[in-house]
Nanobody
Framework: QVQLVESGGGLVQAGASLRLSCAAS????????MGWFRRAPGKEREFVSG????????YYADSVKGRFTISRDNVKKTVYLQMNSLKPEDTAVYYC??????????????????WGQGTQVTVSS
């Protein structure tokens, strides 16, 4: 089992950058594919980015491609989401998620077994 704790959210202006972190507990972090999802007010939770167990494969939603970068440090048991050129439409609660069964990633939230509590990102125009 793994516990996930996100941090790094905040209130920024459009065009700014933020880096989200997701720290995991447990000894087998490298055995989990990781993903970032977000939920904007009044909207469904949506996939943002995913990374394979080794970190060698990454995937992005079209809405964030070229602006966001996912990475992981299996020694520090942390996954990151670097968010650049933020837009007001990026405003949401961001969640990290872990899956012991995926090798790479999935855009479907039900493929992930463990979730963090979320961190709020607010982008003002």
């Amino acid at each position: 089992q793994v516990q996930l704790v996100e941090s790094g959210g905040g209130l920024v202006q459009a065009g700014a950058s933020l880096r989200l972190s997701c720290a995991a507990s447990g000894r087998t972090f490298s055995s989990y594919a990781m993903g970032w999802f977000r939920r904007a007010p009044g909207k469904e939770r949506e996939f943002v980015s995913g990374i394979s167990r080794s970190g060698g494969n990454t995937y992005y939603a079209d809405s964030v491609k070229g602006r966001f970068t996912i990475s992981r440090d299996n020694v520090k048991k942390t996954v990151y989401l670097q968010m650049n050129s933020l837009k007001p439409e990026d405003t949401a609660v961001y969640y990290c998620a872990a899956s012991p069964s995926l090798l790479y990633y999935s855009v479907f939230s039900n493929r992930y077994d463990y979730w963090g509590q979320g961190t709020q990102v607010t982008v003002s125009s």
